[in-house]
C-alpha cells in the first residue's frame, strides 16, 4: 500500500519461517496479558462501577484490594466441586471449556503493534494473521455459543436450558448484524487481514470513515459478549442464573466467568482494530514521527483498549437489562435492516471513487439511499401504527374489567362522580 510505513507488517511477514521458539514466546506474552487482564479486570469493574456509585468497592484484600480477583480464584480453586446427581457428567465438563478456548484463539489475530526486534529477530507483534482473519474471529465467537448451549443442556435443569436457548438465539441474530457491521470496513480496506486493516487506517480511522458501523458493531458487541444491558442468557431475576445455574462455584464457574470475560476482551480488541486504528498513535501523538515504530504502539494500543472496555463496564452501571423480545427485536427489525442499508450506500461510493462513470454510480447512490429513506419511513409508520393499536386495545380491555367486577376486574367508581362540599358542624 501506498504511503505505508516500512514497520508495518502484511501478510508476507507471516509466512517468513520464523524460529519455533518465537512462536512460543509471542504466545506466552499473549496467555499473560490475558489472564492478568482477566483478573485485573475483574478488579478495575469492580472499582470503576463502585465509584460510579459513590462507594468504595474492593479495600481490604490487599493495597486498593489488588489482591481480591487473586483471592475469589483461590476460593473457587479450593471450594468442593458439586455434581447434580441428573447431569451429563462429560458436556458438564466440557463445556465450560468450550467457552474458554475459542476466546484464546479469536484474541490470536489482534496485532499489538509493528514489527519490533524480539531478542534479535524482527517480527510482526502479533501471534498470527490470516487472509480471512476476521472471519475466524467471528467464527471463534460462534463456536463459543456451543459450550453456553452445552452447560444449559447437561445441567438437566429448565432454567439452565432456557438459558442456553436464548444464548443460542442470541448469538445467530447479534452475530448477523455484527457480521454486516464488518462489511464496510472490508469495502474501505479491501482485505479482511487485521494487520493490513490496521495499515489501511494510516491516514483515517474507520470510526470516522464508517460511524454507523462502528455504531452498530457497538451494539451487537454487547449481544455478542452478553453483558449488561443484553445479558438475557443469564438474567437472575427470571432465569435464576440461566445457563450456569446448576454449576457450583468452584472451578467450572471460574471457566465459565473467565470465558465471558475473555469475550468482553475480544470485543474491546476488535474494536480497537477495526474502528479505532489499532496500535496507531492517536492525534497529535501521531505527529510525533516513532510514534508508530518499536514498542511504543503497544502503549496506544493499551490505551485504546482499556477505555472500550471502561465504555462496557459504564454501560453495565448506567443501563437496565432489556426484555428479551426487545433484544430479539433490535437485531432483526433495527440493526439489520439499517445495516444492510448502509451496506448498500457505502458500495456505491466506493463506486463513485473507484469507477470512471460517475453519473451512473451517483444515480445508483441516490436510487440507494432515497429507497433506504422509504423502506425506514415505512417502517417507523407501520411499527408506529401497531403501537396505538396495541395501547388502544389494551385501554379497551382495562376499561372493560374495571367496569365489570364478575369477569375478574377490580370495580373502580367513575370519573364524573358528583363533589359534595364538607358542611362543617356548628
Given at each position: 500500500m501506498a504511503g505505508v510505513l516500512a514497520a508495518d507488517p502484511t501478510l508476507a511477514d507471516f509466512d517468513k519461517a520464523y524460529p519455533l521458539w518465537v512462536h512460543i514466546v509471542k504466545a506466552v506474552m499473549l496467555f499473560l496479558f490475558l489472564m492478568l487482564g482477566v483478573v485485573f479486570g475483574v478488579w478495575f469493574e469492580r472499582k470503576l462501577i463502585s465509584r460510579m456509585q459513590n462507594r468504595y468497592g474492593p479495600n481490604r484484600a490487599g493495597k486498593f484490594g489488588l489482591l481480591q480477583s487473586v483471592a475469589d480464584a483461590i476460593k473457587m480453586g479450593l471450594k468442593e466441586d458439586l455434581f447434580p446427581r441428573t447431569v451429563d457428567r462429560v458436556l458438564y465438563l466440557l463445556a465450560p471449556v468450550i467457552m474458554v478456548v475459542p476466546a484464546f484463539l479469536a484474541f490470536s489475530i489482534v496485532p499489538f503493534g509493528p514489527m519490533v526486534n524480539l531478542f534479535g529477530v524482527q517480527t510482526p507483534l502479533q501471534l498470527v494473521d490470516l487472509p480471512v482473519a476476521v472471519l475466524f474471529m467471528l467464527a471463534m465467537g460462534a463456536v463459543s455459543v456451543y459450550g453456553v448451549v452445552l452447560a444449559g443442556w447437561s445441567s438437566r435443569s429448565p432454567y439452565a436450558l432456557l438459558g442456553g436457548l436464548r444464548s443460542a438465539a442470541q448469538v445467530v441474530s447479534y452475530e448477523i448484524a455484527m457480521g454486516l457491521s464488518f462489511v464496510a470496513v472490508f469495502l474501505f480496506a479491501g482485505t479482511l487481514s487485521t494487520s493490513e486493516i490496521v495499515a489501511a487506517q494510516e491516514q483515517t480511522w474507520y470510526?470516522?470513515?464508517?460511524?454507523?458501523?462502528?455504531?452498530?458493531?457497538?451494539?451487537?458487541?454487547?449481544?455478542?459478549?452478553?453483558?449488561?444491558?443484553?445479558?438475557?442468557?443469564?438474567?437472575?431475576?427470571?432465569?435464576?442464573?440461566?445457563?450456569?445455574?446448576?454449576?457450583?462455584?468452584?472451578?467450572?464457574?471460574?471457566?465459565?466467568?473467565?470465558?465471558?470475560?475473555?469475550?468482553?476482551?475480544?470485543?474491546?480488541?476488535?474494536?480497537?482494530?477495526?474502528?479505532?486504528?489499532?496500535?496507531?498513535?492517536?492525534?497529535?501523538?501521531?505527529?510525533?514521527?516513532?510514534?508508530?515504530?518499536?514498542?511504543?504502539?503497544?502503549?496506544?494500543?493499551?490505551?485504546?483498549?482499556?477505555?472500550?472496555?471502561?465504555?462496557?463496564?459504564?454501560?453495565?452501571?448506567?443501563?437496565?437489562?432489556?426484555?428479551?423480545?426487545?433484544?430479539?427485536?433490535?437485531?432483526w427489525k433495527v440493526l439489520i435492516p439499517v445495516n444492510l442499508a448502509w451496506i448498500l450506500?457505502?458500495?456505491?461510493?466506493?463506486?463513485?471513487?473507484?469507477?470512471?462513470?460517475?453519473?451512473?454510480?451517483?444515480?445508483?447512490?441516490?436510487?440507494?439511499?432515497?429507497?433506504?429513506?422509504?423502506?425506514?419511513?415505512?417502517?417507523?409508520?407501520?411499527?408506529?401504527?401497531?403501537?396505538?393499536?396495541?395501547?388502544?386495545?389494551?385501554?379497551?380491555?382495562f376499561e372493560e374489567l374495571s367496569n365489570e367486577p364478575a369477569k375478574g376486574g377490580f370495580p373502580v367508581p367513575p370519573l364524573d362522580l358528583p363533589h359534595y362540599h364538607r358542611v362543617s358542624r356548628p
Open positions: 470510526v470516522f470513515l464508517l460511524l454507523p458501523s462502528f455504531l452498530i458493531y457497538v451494539v451487537c458487541m454487547f449481544g455478542e459478549a452478553a453483558r449488561i444491558p443484553f445479558d438475557l442468557p443469564e438474567g437472575e431475576g427470571e432465569l435464576v442464573g440461566g445457563f450456569q445455574t446448576e454449576y457450583s462455584s468452584s472451578l467450572k464457574f471460574a471457566l465459565i466467568m473467565m470465558g465471558e470475560y475473555l469475550h468482553t476482551f475480544t470485543a474491546s480488541g476488535i474494536a480497537v482494530t477495526l474502528f479505532l486504528g489499532g496500535w496507531r498513535a492517536p492525534f497529535p501523538i501521531s505527529l510525533w514521527e516513532g510514534a508508530n515504530t518499536g514498542w511504543w504502539p503497544v502503549l496506544w494500543f493499551f490505551i485504546k483498549f482499556v477505555l472500550t472496555f471502561s465504555f462496557i463496564v459504564w454501560v453495565r452501571a448506567s443501563l437496565p437489562r432489556v426484555r428479551y423480545d426487545q433484544l430479539m427485536s433490535l437485531g450506500l457505502v458500495a456505491g461510493v466506493r463506486s463513485v471513487v473507484i469507477n470512471d462513470s460517475r453519473m451512473i454510480s451517483l444515480a445508483v447512490t441516490g436510487i440507494i439511499v432515497v429507497g433506504a429513506l422509504a423502506i425506514w419511513m415505512r417502517f417507523d409508520t407501520v411499527n408506529q401504527r401497531r403501537k396505538e393499536a396495541r395501547k388502544a386495545q389494551v385501554e379497551a380491555e
